[in-house]
């Protein structure tokens, strides 16, 4: 999805930076590391002739959250398929829609999966001289369609462009779990924050309950891929959640 317009002028020499060179940044950024993983020569990782066919990293996919202070946009990068899931606290509407009260936090995703079997990336793809065979898979073998790394497909379409949203952080914004799709395999993303809050409440600390969530996904729900979550609060508490 593209990033959030702002009015400021882009080209004012004073004041924080807009909403569309924190983007600019961003992707700049990606694509710097994607020319670092080509052995740091500033050569695209396609081109780089120091590299036999199958030489470069696998697949990466990355979560990226860029974050400042209170009312002021929070940014999150992503390609493949790892996830960010937001905690926010229920609205007025929700509530409506919510009244026996299970959770008192509502999960929004806030990243889009890249996999080649989805109409616009396989478009894109194709554009690129790829192909999506019939498993939904880029040449038959990749499943994602962006990522670091496999330098063997970069022909054939693989990108390492994000996609970013933007939102302004609040007081009703608790945290939000960054994952691999390990983690998204055995976690929807209303269980994921369910779990979360749940920790909190009991009074573990922070600094425990990324690895305490990983912990379940491996041990208790059984995850058979790599697992990897970070959990970034906004608010100390969840036991009483603003609500509006």
């Not at 940014?75 to 009260?101: Q, W």
Request: charged residues 25%.
């Amino acid at each position: 999805m593209p990033p959030r317009r702002s009015n400021r002028n882009a080209n004012e020499p004073h004041g924080p930076p807009t909403n569309d060179g924190v983007a600019e940044a961003i992707i700049h950024g990606f694509q710097n590391l994607v020319n670092l993983i080509a052995g740091g020569n500033g050569v695209p990782l396609h081109q780089n002739q120091n590299n036999g066919p199958n030489d470069g990293v696998k697949t990466g996919d990355i979560l990226f959250a860029f974050i400042s202070k209170l009312h002021s946009p929070v940014f999150v990068a992503n390609i493949g398929d790892a996830k960010a899931v937001l905690a926010r606290s229920l609205s007025a509407d929700d509530l409506k829609n919510n009244p026996s009260g299970v959770s008192p936090l509502k999960a929004i995703v806030l990243t889009r999966e890249h996999k080649a079997i989805y109409p616009q990336e396989r478009e894109r793809i194709q554009k690129a001289g790829g192909s999506v065979s019939s498993n939904g898979r880029l040449q038959g073998r990749l499943e994602v369609s962006r990522a670091f790394g496999d330098r063997q497909f970069k022909k054939g379409g693989v990108v390492a462009t994000p996609d970013i949203h933007s939102f302004d952080l609040t007081e009703r914004h608790h945290f939000i779990i960054l994952g691999c799709d390990g983690l998204w395999e055995v976690f929807g993303p209303s269980d994921a924050v369910e779990f979360v809050h749940k920790l909190l409440n009991e009074g573990l600390p922070v600094a425990a309950v990324s690895r305490l969530l990983v912990r379940e996904a491996v041990r208790e729900r059984l995850c058979k891929d790599n697992c990897t979550a970070i959990v970034i609060f906004f608010r100390k508490r969840l036991s009483k959640p603003a609500q509006t």
